[in-house]
């Protein structure tokens, strides 16, 4: 056998080595990405209902938070009213009120002055 057939033989060798190498590299990256694909198919199986579910959420969890809006809307303009009132309320019963106190206390006044004059009547002044 001559060298050249040594390095030939050699080759080839080397040549199968690499190849079987490089089918076994394949064989794993293929199977890696079935793998891969099956758990991507898993996670879509499972993601796809939970972020319907989690659409279905915003959207009420929108509704209600609209429901409160328009709940803080009535509530303000009832304090509003409720404000206005009180001012009308107070207006219109502050000076009847004062009135009606300064007449008791002014009827208060005479009542005790003429008891006090019937006193030094009746005492003999």
Do not use: W
């Amino acid at each position: 056998m001559s060298v050249v057939d040594l390095v030939a033989l050699l080759c080839a060798v080397l040549a199968l080595a690499a190849t079987v190498v490089l089918t076994l590299a394949t064989e794993r990256a293929l199977r890696a990405a079935r793998d891969l694909e099956a758990t991507r198919a898993a996670f879509a199986e499972a993601a796809e209902p939970a972020l319907e579910e989690l659409r279905h959420a915003v959207v009420r969890a929108s509704h209600q938070v609209d429901r409160i809006d328009d709940l803080l809307d009535v509530a303000s303009a009832i304090g509003g009213r409720v404000d206005a009132a009180t001012e009308v309320t107070y207006r219109a019963l502050t000076s009847p009120v004062i009135k009606t106190v300064a007449l008791a206390s002014g009827t208060r006044r005479v009542a005790r002055r003429l008891r006090g004059a019937e006193n030094l009547d009746r005492t003999g002044s």
